[in-house]
Structures are given as structure tokens and as C-alpha cells.
């Protein structure tokens, strides 16, 4: 037992001794592992620069001689180092106190070249890429740069472009870039189909979305180009259009582009499910918070039982709730709808919630990706600002408007925490695009007294310096006629949402009888009332000449240039210089003054001009519409009253309106009908009201009829008249059988007005100033070409005057490309 005792105590005392030992191995080492990975270094040495200056380098490391340094602070430098793109090779190795840095320089790019290309010209290229002259050659940004030209070539239909890049080596380290480019084919939209849809057809859905199929005049309109963006970007149109049409549990199930290769064209194919459609059920306002008065409110709603259920009014609703609870003090208040589905009767009952929201408040709103618009531009459109209460129905909003501004190809408004729990970072990217416009237009038209051949050329900017302006410049030139014209807007004056600007023109137009010429312009505010009611006030100058820049040159065979009291031309009907019995033509004979027309009201007009008419005007201005350039439902009129007569010759006061309504005749079929109407009065201040201030009207109003050519006349000329008033019934509908993506639509119509009133009722050979109704009904051909409206009307006068003029068919034509 003895025996066995020591022999165990032994045992373990070699035991213990050898785990101190290799404690105590363990210890030096990792001591000895700490102290070189946190060695003290003395001095960096850089190698392998040529180009850039030691110095440098070390700065950007940001390792100090004198400072512990360990593995993790090299790794550090290296990834600094590696950040500045000018290596292409860092390696950090440290010996006793040295911290010894070996660097491999990248070349420096000489030059960006671009070969093959004639589809995206070079400066459109060397925008997209990264890679710059007298920048360092990187290969993962080369690699980037191709990936980025083939995205700019597919937004320009062309998906199969190839794209390669290759460095040729100019000496001193440095390279040309050249990027080789086969531009290949356009690509194609073949075609664009639907799966699911009852309530739609193809035809009308293709018309909500921004692709379009190729066609015939696709390679102007450049609209049949496939992009990602825009496909998901129709998705989303899509869902707006159901839900704003009854369809709240529309679903898009899929929405495939397939490229094939053999045809080089994409064939899209939306599935879809409609759903049931909807109508407004029981709308009920509740509230949680104390002294909101819930019956004061129903009169901001735009939602009603019974009508059709739509989205795009339950947000009206909820934004105009918000304002009136914030206008009320209650800034904090947070609107919800809470739909409530009777499936049976196919009904959505809205209750809107008022609940106390979050104190929260907007620390500051971040603008990032305008590098042409101000932020101040995007700004204003926030009903909210730093410091005021948080309120997201607001925030979408003002996305809305900022989209409506056509300034950006996308606006995503995101929020971020701020500095304290009760602060929201609001933060706003947007992708600007191009604003500016060249327009180059020609054609033929018949309507107005510009009839014939007309060619303009105007340029316009939308968001003129980033500042949101409006300006246009255009001149138009024609047979008949010849105009130039200035336009500028600001859209925010004096930093509140008033419109103000001026107009400035010049016209010359030739009528069947007489010339005339008007230099004049505008100053003008404009001031939103209502979200649909908007008032303008105005101050109008213009002058007025009127005669015969072409009339006759009598010449006189006495006429001796060196005697004052000679006179070789006479001045129309307005006067001679010489009696008429010293007046003869070319071969001697005696002749009589010309008469500019057949109207001595007009001739002795024409000799009392030129005028000048300065005047202060207003108008009031309601408008529904849910698309102002393609409308298919809602009202627009306008009312208001032009006073003349501070200053100048004319003194008269003109009231006039117009109004038209829009309905939608036809989900399927796309039919869409349209109720119009108008009038108008002129009455004098003081003096005599000129015959020039009256209204001239024709196929203006009622189609069929010659412009000028209804109304009081003498001896079968327009002298204009004192009242008028219309009304137009016009349904439009697709072609059967044409593609709707070549924007052709016929029409039927039918016309009924009249223009009376004359002062000059009780001269001889004046007739028409009592009441008449004219009528007529028509077709038409209307085409949204690439280079602008273009309309054919065929009207048959059913209702006229022996002494109307008539013009059955009318032809109106501008283009723009």
C-alpha cells in the first residue's frame, strides 16, 4: 500500500509539473504573439510607387510612426489603400519596427474611346461610364462600364447589342480604353397580350399601359421599346386602373416578357384576375378623439354610396380629411379607411378612423439625385416641412405631385429614425429625366383665317435652370399667315402656389378681304381656390392694324419725283393725295380708288386703325378631368369677363363661357361621349362698341360652316356680332378593325348655334343681326399621330342662312417630332 501511495504521489507531482510547464509555455506565447501583433512601428517604407508619392500613401493608411499597430490595423490600411483605385496590388508586411508597404500602381487612363457606335452618340456613352481620362484603370469599373452601355442600348430597343472592352498600352503606365460596340437590331415588341380579363378587352387595356406594340410608325415614336422598368412600372398602372374602376380585388398573377431570338422581339403577356367589381356601400366617418366634430367633415369626402368604387377617391378623401383635422388643430390626427366587403351585394362600406397618431415630427427632408432640379422645387410640393407634425397621407401626396411634374422618371419617398425617437428623416430620391423640347411642325389646315399650308418650329422648357419654370418660344409661318410668339411661367410666385407669367406675340394674317397685324401680350396670375377650381387674373395689351399690305399701287403719270405736292401711290378707300380725276393706271386712263371689301363698316374700321386695346381680364376655371391631353370622364368650364378701356382706343366689357362634360359611354368598346357648350356677349362703355370687337364666329362653333360665316353681315360681309352661344353632342370610338396603337378614332357629331347683335342693324345691306339657329351633323376622322393632332370633319349644314357661308369639309393639321 506504502509502495503504491508514492508511486501515485510521483505520478502526480510529474503531472502537475508538466501542466505548468505547458501553462507557462502557453502564456509566453501568446504573450509573445500579442506583443508582435501590436509591435510599436518606427517607420513606414513604401515600395513599388512610381506615380504616386510615398507621402501619400502613408496618409491614406492613417498609421502614425510611433504607433502600435497591430493585424487588424493593417488590414485596415490595405482596404483604404485598395479604396483609392490607384493599386492594383497592396501587400503590408512589418519587420521589427518597419511596417513595409509593397504597392502595384494601376495605369492611368489616357483616354475613353468608343468604336461601332452611331445609335448613342460618344458624349451620351462617356456620361453613362465611370472609367475617365486621367483616372486610374480599374477592371472591376471597366467590367461595370459594359454592363452600363448594354443597359442604355436595351432603353433604346436594342437588347442585343454586344458590348467589349479592350486597353491598348501607350507607355509611362498608361492605356487608352477603347470600348467596341455592335449595335445589332432594333428589338422588337411583337406583341402585347392579356390573360383573364373580362371586363376589358385587349384593346383598351393596351391603351393604359406605356409599352406598345411595333408598328408601322414605331420608328418615330420610339414607344415599342422593352425596358424592365417599364413593365413593372405598367403593373402598377394596371392595378391603378381596376381599383379606380371597381375592381378592388384585382391581382396581376404574372407579367412575363419573353425574347425570341430567331424574331429578335419580345412578346408580353399580362394574367390577370379581375375580381368582382364594386360600388361604394354605407360611408361613415368615426372619431377616437375627443372634440373632433364628425358631422362637419362628410362635406370632404369624395366618396358617396352607390357610386362606383375607386381608389383614387378614397385617397382624395383621405388627404382632404387630413388638411381639415390639421386646419382644425389637430395635427397629429391620423386617418384610416377600413373597408368592409358585402360580397353578396357586391358593396364596400368605408369607415374613416380618426385615432390620435404618433407624436412624431419631420426632423428634415434629405433630397438626393437632382442634379438639375433645385431642391427647393421639390420642396414646395410637400404640404409639410421640417419641424411639422409627421403625416405619411401628406407624404404620398406629395409623391403624387412630385410624379405629376413630369420632371422625373421615378420619385421613391422613403423615412429613416432621426436624432431622437419623436423625429422622422423623410428622405426623397428621384431620377430626373429630360425636360426641354424642339418641336418642328407642318401641315395644311382650313379652320380660322391661317388657312393653308403651315410649318412652326417652336423649342420649350418645362423645368427651365431647375427652377420649374415654364418657358416657350415658337414662330409659325404659313400662306395666309405668320406668327411669333413667347411664353414664361412661374408656377410657385412668390414661393405660394400662384401661376404667374406673360405672353408676348406677334401675328399677320391675310382674310378673304383685308390684312391684319397684332403685336400685343399678356401679364397673368392664377390662383388654386379648390383642388378643382382655379381663378386667373389678367392684364391684356395688344394693337391692331388692319388693310392691305398687298393692295393696289396706282401709279401717276404726272408724278414727278422732285415735286413734294406729286403723289405716285394712294392709300386704298382711306384717302388719296389727289383728287380721283388725277388718278390713272399704267396706260393713262382714269380710274377709281379700290375698295378693300364691299362693307363700308368695315372699310371705314380698316382706315380708323391701327388700335390699341388695353384691357383687365378674369376667369374662373373647374376641371375634373382624369386626363387633360385623352380625357374620358369629368367636366371642364370656364367663365369669366375681359373690361377694356384703361387707356386705349376700345371700351367694352365681354363676358363669355364654356363648358364640357365627358363620360365614358362604354367600358368595352371605348366609347366616349362628350356635351359641350358655349356664349358670350360684348356691350360698349360710353362710346360706340367698334365693329372689330365683336364676335366673328363660323366653324369655331357650329361645324359645317366657313369660318366668319354665320352671323350679321353687310353686302355679304362679316361685321360680327354682339351675342353668341353653342352646343355640341360628340361620341368617339375606336376603329374596327386598325390597330389602336396607331392612334386613329372616328367620331359623329352634331352642331347647333348662333351669333346676332349689331349696333349697325339699322344700315343699308346689313342683315342676320336678329336670332337664327344654325345646325349640322357630321363625322370625323381623328388621328393622335407622332407629330400631333390631326382632325377631318365632314358637316352637313341641317339648319342655315341663304347668306352663310358654308364649308362642308375642314382639314386641321400640326405636327411635332
Not at 490600411?77 to 511596417?99: K, M, P
Not at 456613352?125 to 471597366?142: D, H
Not at 356601400?281 to 372634440?291: L, M, N, P, Q, Y
Not at 421640417?386 to 420619385?411: M, P, S, W
Request: proline letters at 3%; hydrophobic letters at 35%.
Amino acid at each position: 500500500m506504502k509502495a503504491g501511495t508514492k508511486t501515485l504521489r510521483a505520478a502526480t507531482a510529474v503531472a502537475l509539473s508538466s501542466t505548468l510547464l505547458v501553462a507557462t509555455t502557453l502564456t509566453f506565447q501568446l504573450a509573445t504573439t500579442t506583443i508582435a501583433s501590436a509591435a510599436v512601428v518606427n517607420r513606414i517604407d513604401v515600395r513599388g510607387n512610381s506615380r504616386v508619392d510615398a507621402e501619400t500613401v502613408r496618409g491614406f493608411m492613417q498609421i502614425k510612426p510611433g504607433q502600435n499597430v497591430t493585424e487588424a490595423d493593417q488590414d485596415a490600411a490595405v482596404r483604404r489603400l485598395y479604396s483609392t483605385g490607384l493599386f492594383s496590388n497592396v501587400r503590408i508586411s512589418q519587420s521589427g519596427g518597419t511596417l513595409i508597404v509593397q504597392v502595384d500602381e494601376n495605369q492611368i487612363v489616357n483616354q475613353v474611346l468608343f468604336q461601332g457606335n452611331s445609335k448613342i452618340k460618344d458624349q451620351q456613352l462617356i456620361a453613362t461610364v465611370q472609367t475617365a481620362p486621367r483616372g486610374p484603370y480599374s477592371q472591376a469599373t471597366v467590367d461595370a462600364d459594359i454592363e452600363a452601355i448594354k443597359k442604355a442600348y436595351v432603353s433604346i430597343g436594342r437588347s442585343d447589342a454586344i458590348v467589349t472592352a479592350q486597353t491598348q498600352p501607350i507607355g509611362q503606365g498608361r492605356v487608352n480604353v477603347i470600348y467596341n460596340i455592335q449595335e445589332g437590331d432594333r428589338t422588337k415588341i411583337a406583341s402585347i397580350s392579356f390573360v383573364g380579363n373580362n371586363a376589358f378587352s385587349d384593346a383598351r387595356l393596351k391603351q393604359v399601359i406605356s409599352l406598345r406594340e411595333t408598328g408601322i410608325l414605331s420608328f418615330i415614336q420610339r414607344d415599342d421599346v422593352y425596358d424592365p422598368d417599364k413593365l413593372q412600372s405598367d403593373e402598377e398602372t394596371l392595378r391603378r386602373f381596376y381599383y379606380n374602376h371597381g375592381y378592388a380585388d384585382f391581382r396581376i398573377l404574372s407579367a412575363v416578357a419573353e425574347l425570341d431570338p430567331d424574331q429578335n422581339s419580345y412578346f408580353i403577356t399580362f394574367t390577370v384576375d379581375e375580381g368582382e367589381r364594386y360600388a361604394f356601400g354605407a360611408v361613415r366617418i368615426d372619431s377616437t378623439i375627443d372634440g373632433v366634430d364628425t358631422d362637419t367633415l362628410y362635406k370632404e369626402l369624395d366618396t358617396a354610396p352607390g357610386d362606383i368604387y375607386s381608389a383614387k377617391e378614397v385617397e382624395n378623401s383621405l388627404v382632404n380629411l387630413t388638411n381639415a383635422l390639421a386646419n382644425k388643430g389637430f395635427a397629429f390626427a391620423q386617418v384610416t379607411p377600413r373597408g368592409n366587403r358585402d360580397f353578396t351585394n357586391h358593396t364596400i362600406a368605408i369607415d374613416y378612423v380618426i385615432d390620435q397618431g404618433p407624436r412624431a415630427y419631420v426632423e428634415r427632408i434629405e433630397i438626393r439625385g437632382n442634379t438639375k432640379t433645385r431642391d427647393y422645387v421639390i420642396r414646395r410640393e410637400f404640404d409639410i416641412s421640417e419641424g411639422d407634425a409627421f403625416n405619411q397621407v401628406l407624404i404620398q401626396r406629395a409623391k403624387q405631385r412630385l410624379e405629376d411634374l413630369k420632371y422625373f422618371t421615378k420619385v421613391n419617398i422613403s423615412t429613416a429614425p432621426g436624432s431622437e425617437p419623436d423625429r422622422v428623416i423623410v428622405i426623397v430620391d428621384v431620377s430626373e429625366k429630360a425636360t426641354g423640347e424642339i418641336s418642328v411642325g407642318g401641315g395644311y389646315t382650313t379652320s380660322g383665317d391661317s388657312s393653308g399650308p403651315v410649318a412652326e418650329v417652336g423649342i420649350q422648357e418645362r423645368n427651365f435652370l431647375g427652377r420649374g419654370q415654364f418657358v416657350k418660344v415658337s414662330a409659325s409661318v404659313g400662306t395666309n399667315s405668320r406668327s411669333y410668339n413667347l411664353s414664361f411661367t412661374e408656377p410657385y410666385f412668390l414661393g405660394q402656389r400662384l401661376a404667374a407669367g406673360f405672353d408676348v406675340y406677334h401675328t399677320e394674317t391675310s382674310t378673304d378681304n383685308y390684312d391684319v397685324k397684332r403685336t400685343g401680350g399678356d401679364v397673368r396670375i392664377s390662383a388654386p381656390i379648390t383642388d378643382h377650381l382655379t381663378a386667373t387674373l389678367a392684364y391684356n395689351i395688344k394693337s391692331e392694324t388692319y388693310g392691305d399690305d398687298t393692295g393696289e399701287t396706282v401709279n401717276n403719270p404726272d408724278y414727278d419725283s422732285t415735286d413734294s405736292s406729286s403723289e405716285e401711290y394712294i392709300d386704298s378707300t382711306c384717302g388719296s393725295p389727289n383728287p380721283l380725276g388725277n388718278l390713272y393706271d399704267e396706260g393713262g386712263n382714269s380710274i377709281t380708288a379700290p375698295s378693300f371689301t364691299d362693307s363700308p363698316i368695315i372699310n371705314a374700321a380698316i382706315c380708323d386703325s391701327p388700335y390699341l386695346t388695353s384691357s383687365l381680364s378674369y376667369q374662373f376655371t373647374y376641371n375634373t378631368l382624369d386626363n387633360n391631353q385623352d380625357p374620358r370622364d369629368g367636366f371642364i368650364g370656364s367663365a369669366g369677363q375681359e373690361f377694356a378701356g384703361i387707356g386705349g382706343d376700345a371700351k367694352f366689357v365681354k363676358t363669355t363661357g364654356k363648358a364640357s362634360y365627358f363620360n365614358l359611354l362604354s367600358e368595352e368598346w371605348d366609347i366616349i361621349g362628350q356635351l359641350s357648350g358655349g356664349a358670350g356677349n360684348v356691350s360698349k362703355l360710353g362710346s360706340d362698341l367698334r365693329v372689330f370687337d365683336n364676335f366673328f364666329k363660323g366653324q369655331d362653333i357650329v361645324r359645317g360652316f366657313d369660318t366668319r360665316g354665320i352671323g350679321p353681315r353687310q353686302y355679304g360681309v362679316a361685321i360680327g356680332g354682339e351675342n353668341y352661344g353653342n352646343v355640341s353632342a360628340e361620341a368617339t370610338f375606336p376603329l374596327p378593325g386598325i390597330s389602336r396603337d396607331l392612334g386613329f378614332r372616328g367620331a359623329v357629331f352634331a352642331d347647333a348655334g348662333s351669333l346676332w347683335g349689331s349696333e349697325f342693324k339699322d344700315q343699308p345691306g346689313v342683315e342676320g343681326t336678329d336670332f337664327s339657329l344654325r345646325a349640322s351633323a357630321g363625322v370625323g376622322l381623328i388621328w393622335a399621330s407622332p407629330f400631333g393632332p390631326l382632325r377631318v370633319n365632314y358637316a352637313h349644314p341641317l339648319k342655315k342662312e341663304d347668306f352663310d357661308d358654308t364649308q362642308e369639309f375642314s382639314f386641321g393639321f400640326s405636327s411635332r417630332f
